[in-house]
């Protein structure tokens, strides 16, 4: 019998379909059961059942699963485990969406959408290897503009957008700077200001001290709030790879709230969209806290109509 770690890499990538008919035999019957009348394919990406390691000789298998993107929306369906039943498909639209997050952490890719069905909050969670974000470039980015209400830009016009919106964040470390503009701003927002703190830690007289917040960039544009930070780091002098992007459509920050929390603001964002709430907390440092404030403050009647 093969163990998991001997199977090659490969055989865990990801891949797209572009047609219904040529998902797994193990998906197919609830992608076609899920698929609301009316939406029409467009293509998927397909996840293989992969497995993750949950200490020494103990491995834990994530089902076969695929994100299928219609015309309308976004529908999440996996397979069943062995002795299981196949969890319930998630469809969501992206006018529905209060948030939607990305991870882009050397080959570990990520996604989360959080959105509003029959007034009710509902997720899609995936993760996979990185390349999977190359593949489904074109329809993540799609689902992107819509859910923020943005028209679809071809890329020379986001490219003489990002000129401008680069000149305002020219102080700002080059990997934060760079992730904005890859990983937020290929929608041709336009870039209202920007916030960033350097990491949080504890002080403390013991060997080890403890990172409160990562480094974190707080981005406001016309349409979107753009939250990129680094993993909690371990030790102060570790490098942190990669980035972790949380973009909340402007039009559904219901209210922000800040709270002194120790020495820190602990910065909240309310939610709602369809009948449904959510929240995304934030600590920053009192500084930062009342920059981003007075950003928010400032261009509060200039938010993207929803």
Do not use: C
């Not at 899920?34 to 103990?58: I, K, S, T, W």
């Not at 069905?117 to 980015?141: K, P, S, T, Y």
Request: charged share 20%; proline share 6%; glycine share 6%.
């Amino acid at each position: 019998m093969t163990e998991p770690w001997q199977t090659r890499a490969s055989q865990f990538h990801p891949y797209v379909v572009d047609s219904l008919e040529k998902l797994p035999d193990a998906l197919q019957p609830g992608a076609l059961a899920a698929l609301p009348e009316g939406d029409h394919f467009v293509r998927a990406l397909v996840v293989p059942a992969d497995y993750r390691p949950r200490g020494e000789g103990v491995s834990a298998f994530q089902p076969e699963q695929a994100l299928i993107y219609t015309d309308h929306g976004v529908l999440h369906v996996q397979a069943p485990l062995e002795g299981e039943a196949a969890p319930q498909p998630t469809y969501l639209k992206p006018e529905s969406l209060l948030l939607l997050r990305s991870s882009h952490i050397l080959l570990y890719g990520r996604l989360k959408l959080l959105g509003a069905v029959h007034g009710q909050l509902a997720h899609i969670e995936m993760e996979f290897n990185a390349i999977g974000w190359r593949l489904m470039d074109a329809e993540w980015r799609r689902l992107v503009t819509q859910a923020i209400g943005v028209p679809e830009l071809s890329p020379e016009e986001v490219e003489a957008a990002n000129r401008r919106n680069m000149e305002r964040v020219r102080e700002v470390p080059s990997k934060f700077a760079e992730g904005l503009r890859r990983y937020g701003l290929y929608t041709g927002e336009s870039l209202l200001g920007v916030v960033f703190q350097e990491g949080v830690w504890t002080e403390s007289l013991s060997f080890f001290n403890h990172q409160l917040t990562p480094n974190t960039l707080l981005a406001l544009t016309n349409a979107s709030v753009l939250i990129l930070a680094e993993n909690l780091a371990l030790v102060r002098k570790s490098e942190q790879y990669g980035l972790i992007i949380t973009r909340i459509p402007r039009q559904v920050v219901a209210a922000l709230q800040s709270v002194t929390k120790d020495s820190l603001q602990n910065i909240t964002f309310y939610l709602a969209r369809g009948g449904a709430t959510a929240q995304r907390q934030l600590l920053l440092e009192p500084n930062a806290a009342q920059e981003w404030l007075e950003l928010w403050t400032k261009h509060a009647s200039q938010a993207q109509p929803g």
